[in-house]
């Protein structure tokens, strides 16, 4: 499959009248939005994209997205391999309004996006589709996946006992107090 500039905007309109498709990837870094739910945004959404028109000649776009994330592990807190995966068929309003006129003929079961100046922003569509696939919370397959977490939180409780550090800074406190007393 050969792999095409991504534009992330397009002309929606002139793509359904030629049937144009698009296989491309993005970086996640480009992905803002996507990327505050991630641990770190290393990697690539891979998406195939067709642009024609319904049975109501209105503007499809139809295709699949699919990216491998790292998100933060709800049990250890350290990253955990994600995959996301979305195929969806939208159909393309020419703006606001005429998403309404659609919503109003066709019901609400229609999944619409508007254009802005006959420009559809791309980027945005696959962030959307992204960001609605993203687990509400993640986590290791491993239910013991925080043992190391708990063992290193164990060591550490044994290496400072409970309450020294606390004492360490009253005696600080303590010195401090004596030298001023010196001084005045
Ligand atoms: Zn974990």
Redesign the pocket.
């Given at each position: 499959m050969s792999i095409d500039p991504f534009p992330e905007r397009v002309v929606a309109r002139k793509m359904c009248q030629r049937n144009g498709t698009i296989n491309s990837s993005i970086p996640l870094g480009k992905l803002q939005r996507l990327s505050e739910y991630l641990h770190d945004n290393h990697g690539q959404a891979e998406f195939c994209l067709s642009f024609d028109s319904d049975e109501n000649g209105i503007d499809r776009l139809s295709g699949t997205v699919h990216a491998t994330v790292k998100m933060q592990?709800q049990?250890?807190l350290?990253a955990?391999t994600v995959e996301l995966a979305s195929e969806f068929i939208l159909r393309i309003a020419e703006d606001e309004a005429n998403a309404r006129e659609i919503a109003e003929q066709f019901g609400t079961e229609l999944e619409v996006v508007s254009c802005i100046e006959d420009q559809l922003d791309l980027l945005a569509v696959l962030e959307d589709e992204l960001i609605m696939d993203l687990p509400i919370v993640a986590?290791?397959d491993d239910d013991n996946?925080?043992d190391r977490l708990n063992q290193l939180k164990q060591s550490a409780e044994k290496a400072v006992p409970k309450g020294q550090g606390n004492i360490q800074g009253l005696e600080q406190l303590a010195a401090l107090k004596e030298e001023l007393k010196k001084k005045t």
């Open positions: 592990c049990r250890c350290e955990v986590s290791h996946c925080s």
